[in-house]
Structure formats: structure tokens, C-alpha cells
């Protein structure tokens, strides 16, 4: 199981990483069950939205097959809407990649991609009423941390990008692997607030 983790300039951290943390657990545990690679459309740095700097190892010309891929979101998304290009190698990648995934307003992506329509979806609470305007025959749930509607799993705003991802595992590799990972990352959310 091949699974790419796109990265943009200003890509939201925890979008990408938090579901990297995820993945990369799976894959270090069970090598022989999941890889995970990150790329953008050219290889080298990149620079997130509160100033991390990110690494892409691969671009677009040598990702290689996937059968998943995960867009993050963040602020970069705003530039990928009008990003015809962009859209357009996403629209590719629903012809060949099997599983598409989306963490916050990477679902805004999709939705301009046309790969939304007719489908339920949902994103960060704040861009809700966006994915609707990109597209109204999308059934926006609000109140989803991630919809799984078969080829297109998309998730709400940052931090649920990791409940996709261990649902992702959970999907791809069992309920007792998911759980494995849930505890070696000790993720236990108790929010203190």
C-alpha cells in the first residue's frame, strides 16, 4: 500500500504531519503492509503556513504510483482552487490512484476538481460554507470529523486529519492495527480544555 502525502507552500502543519505521524507509524511497524511518501510538484522545501519547513522527496514526475493520496489544506488551498494545472493532475490522479483522501479545506480542492459532486463531504468548520459554494450538489456534514463515502474520504480541520488517518489504517489493515498504532503514537485525546 503506497500512500503519498502532497505538499504545497503554506500547507497547514498539522494537516500533513499528523497524518504522516499516523501512516509512517503503520509503515515503520509493518513494513511490509504500507509505505508513505511526501511530494509536491517539485521535490526540495517547502514552506508551511506557520513556518515550518517541510521537505518534499519527491515531485511530480517521480512520485510514482499510489494507491492512496492525501491532499492536506491550509492557506496554500486558496492558490490551488485557481491553480487550472493543479486541478487538472488532481483529476488524473482519480483515474489512477484507487483511494483519495483530504484533510481540511483540501476537500475545497477536490470539490473544484469536480470530484465532489453528488457526494458527501466535509472539511474545516470554517470553510463549510465555501465547499457548499464550490459546488452545490456536495452534502456538506458539518458535524463529521471525516466522511468515508468508498474512493473519496475527506476529513474536517487539522487535527482530524489524524482520526481519517487511523481510520485509514483501520480501512486498509484492520481495526487491531489501527488500534496498535493509536497506542504506539499515544493518541488519547483528553482536551484540557
Same mark, same amino acid.
Given at each position: 500500500m ?5 505538499l ?8 500533513a ?7 509512517a ?6 513494513p511490509?503492509?504500507a ?6 510538484r517539485?521535490?526540495g522545501p517547502? /514552506?508551511?503556513?506557520k513556518?515550518l519547513?517541510?521537505v518534499?522527496?519527491h515531485?511530480?514526475?517521480?512520485v510514482?504510483?499510489?494507491?492512496v493520496l ?9 492558490a490551488?482552487?485557481k491553480?487550472?494545472?493543479h ?11 484507487p483511494?483519495l483522501?483530504?484533510?481540511c479545506t483540501?476537500s ?6 469536480g ?8 472539511t474545516h468548520w ?23 463515502d468508498g ?10 486529519g ?9 480501512? /486498509?489493515?484492520g481495526a487491531?492495527r489501527?488500534r496498535?498504532?493509536r497506542r ?10
Amino acid at each position: 500500500m503506497r500512500i503519498g502525502i502532497m505538499l504545497f507552500d503554506d500547507v497547514e502543519e498539522l494537516d500533513a504531519v499528523g497524518p504522516w505521524e499516523v501512516l509512517a507509524s503503520w509503515a515503520k511497524s509493518h513494513p511490509d503492509e504500507a509505505e508513505v511518501v511526501a511530494f509536491a510538484r517539485e521535490a526540495g522545501p517547502i /514552506l508551511a503556513a506557520k513556518g515550518l519547513r517541510l521537505v518534499a522527496e519527491h515531485g511530480l514526475s517521480d512520485v510514482g504510483p499510489l494507491d492512496v493520496l492525501l491532499h492536506p489544506g491550509g492557506f496554500g488551498t486558496r492558490a490551488l482552487l485557481k491553480d487550472d494545472a493543479h486541478l487538472a493532475w488532481i483529476r488524473e490522479q482519480r483515474a489512477r490512484v484507487p483511494l483519495l483522501t483530504s484533510v481540511c479545506t483540501g476537500s475545497l480542492v477536490y470539490a473544484a476538481a469536480g470530484l465532489l459532486a453528488g457526494r458527501p463531504a466535509t472539511t474545516h468548520w470554517g470553510s463549510l460554507d465555501r465547499l457548499g459554494e464550490l459546488d452545490s450538489s456536495i452534502e456538506v456534514r458539518p458535524d463529521d470529523r471525516f466522511v468515508d463515502d468508498g474512493d473519496i474520504i475527506t476529513s474536517a480541520g487539522v487535527s482530524a486529519g489524524i482520526d481519517m488517518a487511523l481510520h485509514l489504517v483501520s480501512r /486498509l489493515a484492520g481495526a487491531d492495527r489501527a488500534r496498535e498504532v493509536r497506542r504506539y503514537i499515544q493518541y488519547d485525546p483528553q482536551p484540557p480544555i
